[in-house]
């Protein structure tokens, strides 16, 4: 059984930064892929980061410049850097990913429960 639980949103002035982290914990021998959505009320889902199992990155273009995506394959976790945040970017933040559970290739797929990040103008 895998879990993926994030941590460090909470309330920011605009303009401020948050660090998001999403570590994946139980039978994991490492994180395959991995993105990172937002909602805000109202909205629908948004991809807002992904990371690649070759390492590479994508960012939905209303964050490009200002959030960065990577990981620490150490602590099978990934990280959203979050920076000059704007109101706009209030949401839900949820991770997403499928994780390697096997040397013979068995993977699984799933989300986090989300975390709270408000942007305060």
């Known amino acids: 059984q895998v879990q993926l639980v994030e941590s460090g949103g909470g309330l920011v002035q605009a303009g401020g930064s948050l660090r998001l982290s999403c570590a994946a914990s139980?039978?994991?021998?490492?994180?395959?892929?991995m993105d990172w959505y937002r909602q805000a009320p109202g909205d629908e889902r948004q991809l807002v980061a992904a990371?690649?199992?070759?390492?590479?990155?994508n960012y939905a273009d209303s964050v490009k410049g200002r959030f960065t995506i990577s990981r620490d394959n150490a602590k099978n976790t990934v990280y959203l850097q979050m920076s000059s945040l704007k109101p706009e970017d209030t949401a839900v933040y949820t991770c997403?990913?499928?994780?390697?559970?096997?040397?013979?290739?068995?993977?699984?797929w799933g989300w986090g429960q989300g975390t709270q990040v408000t942007v305060s103008s």
């Open positions: 139980g039978r994991v021998l490492s994180i395959n892929t």
């Open positions: 990371l690649t199992r070759d390492g590479r990155t």
């Open positions: 997403n990913g499928e994780i390697l559970t096997s040397d013979d290739g068995e993977t699984w």
